[in-house]
């Protein structure tokens, strides 16, 4: 190799040597966690006021912020204390919420544009949390997000948006905890230019599971706080070196190195890595390479 290139290469493995080894990944989600509102919300029905936050449809999604108050007096979207039970953002002030299930397939979803598109291939991390209004009269099993090129909508109707999610809670995994704030997760590898979520219950009543609660109330609602879409960044992996070494190190900077990486998840303990077993020569062979 040239001293330049030899002296460049250098120079760049010490600046990924010396660069952060944490890397934080950028939200794609605007708003998240529903904390900027254009106005303190007068009624339920009013998710346009945490924009970009809307419906796709014409089903009423709410938004909920602790600057209303005056529940029990009136039935307003007050925070902690509201028609539907009792309960604090898990982050901030604001927090979304939506119907899951009442009657006549009564679905409500709420949607936002994502700061850039996907790009094909990569990974992303979606994940939100829900959680039960206490006086919902069952709780369903799965929702879940959809990401779409485009915002869906806004379609005249206020009943099952019959898409398939890309995310999802698990069948038979009630989500039924009225207290504690319920994490849905998954990563999704992008087919390229999704550039809106949209987040509900993607199955009609007849195919949604359900448990009930006690309560009569013929309507299941739940909270939403802190949604994400995050692409999923490269973690340390154990790198082998010919010798058998193992050493943490991000794929990239593991090659420049000359080694191999190990793949994601792997550690040095135990040591995955074997050394290149040495070249038997004889010294005849050996020395015509000298002649």
Request: glycine content about 10%.
């Amino acid at each position: 190799m040239p001293r330049l290139h030899r002296a460049a290469a250098l120079l760049l493995l010490c600046t990924i040597l010396a660069a952060p080894r944490e890397s934080r990944a950028v939200n794609l989600v605007p708003n998240p966690s529903f904390e900027t509102y254009s106005g303190c919300p007068t009624s339920f029905s009013q998710l346009y006021q945490a924009a970009p936050w809307d419906a796709p449809t014409t089903g009423t999604s709410d938004y909920l912020n602790t600057c209303v108050s005056g529940w029990p007096g009136f039935p307003v979207p007050a925070i902690p204390q509201n028609p539907v039970g009792i309960q604090t953002p898990r982050t901030g002030d604001g927090m979304g919420g939506f119907i899951v299930r009442n009657v006549n397939d009564y679905h409500e979803y709420l949607q936002a544009p994502l700061a850039s598109p996907l790009v094909n291939g990569q990974s992303y991390l979606v994940k939100f949390y829900v959680n039960l209004g206490d006086t919902s009269f069952v709780a369903i099993d799965r929702i879940g997000a959809y990401l779409s090129v485009g915002a869906i909508g806004p379609l005249a109707m206020n009943t099952t948006l019959l898409l398939t999610p890309q995310v999802e809670s698990p069948a038979f995994g009630y989500l039924n905890d009225t207290v504690n704030w319920m994490l849905i997760s998954g990563l999704y590898t992008a087919s390229g230019g999704e550039d809106h979520i949209v987040i509900g219950s993607f199955r009609d009543d007849a195919t949604t599971n359900t448990q009930p609660t006690g309560f009569s109330w013929p309507v299941s609602y739940y909270y939403i706080d802190d949604v994400s879409v995050e692409l999923q960044l490269p973690t340390g992996q154990a790198c082998c070196g010919s010798d058998g070494t193992c050493s943490m190190q991000f794929p990239g900077e593991c090659q420049l190195l000359g080694g191999t990486p190990a793949g994601a998840g792997s550690t040095c303990t135990p040591n995955p890595c074997n050394a290149t077993p040495a070249r038997r020569s004889s010294w005849g062979s050996l020395k015509t390479l000298y002649r």
